[in-house]
């Protein structure tokens, strides 16, 4: 489902990709996949507790809070920061001077320069940022929707940009719990594969991603 803007790009580098330079050729938008634009935001309308064994948590924050289950062919990071991405705020599309923390992402496994995919968690107890929380950015390609995860209501909205030869989109999920602000990204971003020299395999598809990004996200919990 790749929602793409056509808006310049805001972010100053999407990828930090040595040794790629796009020619006058390649330069480009790249094109949606025509994938179900709601395939990510109704994957999650099932139920996320369904499972009849407690599954082995990944990451918990302290009680009351957000946790994930562990998800399998994902690698759990406690950060943000890739040599691959330069996207490395709290949420996507943070507004400047929003100030919160990354709290875990999984990195879709073989996540590359060329095609990178991670759901993404973040907070923010800003009270500027609580007040917003819910409130889509410029950035929104979608109208908004509101969707459970986890027994907690969630405002969701599909975001993106692109310039050039790079591009990134996403579902975004956000949510008002404890006083806090929670951000759930599930970020697809990536290089067209034909301005390497010679042109590059992708790790995966885009839509194989979004896939893989909408399934994990049934590894939320919450701990009380």
């Not at 040794?19 to 094109?31: F, K, V």
């Not at 399998?72 to 990071?77: F, I, Q, V």
């Not at 996540?111 to 993404?120: D, F, P």
Request: charged residues 20%; contains cysteine.
């Amino acid at each position: 489902m790749p929602i793409l803007s056509t808006r310049p790009l805001l972010l100053a580098a999407v990828l930090a990709s040595a040794g790629c330079a796009p020619s006058p050729e390649s330069a480009g938008t790249p094109q949606p996949s025509g994938a179900d634009p709601g395939a990510a935001k109704a994957a999650v309308a099932t139920d996320v507790h369904a499972e009849s064994e407690a599954p082995t948590l990944a990451f918990s924050e302290t009680p009351p809070g957000i946790a994930l289950a562990a998800v399998p062919g994902t690698e759990l990071r406690r950060d943000f920061t890739r040599t691959y991405l330069a996207l490395d705020g709290w949420k996507l599309f943070a507004a400047p001077g929003s100030t919160g923390s990354p709290l875990a992402a999984l990195v879709l496994d073989g996540s590359n320069e060329v095609t990178a995919a991670e759901l993404r968690v973040g907070r923010s107890d800003d009270a500027g940022a609580v007040a917003d929380c819910l409130t889509p950015p410029a950035e929104a390609t979608g109208p908004a929707d509101t969707v459970d995860i986890g027994g907690v209501s969630f405002t969701y909205f599909p975001v993106g940009d692109a310039a050039m030869s790079h591009y990134v989109s996403a579902d975004s999920y956000r949510a008002v719990q404890h006083g806090r602000c929670y951000a759930i990204d599930l970020v697809v971003a990536g290089t067209r594969p034909e301005v390497y020299d010679p042109p590059r395999t992708p790790p995966f598809s885009t839509e194989d991603a979004r896939d893989k990004l909408a399934a994990a996200l049934k590894a939320v919990r919450w701990v009380e």
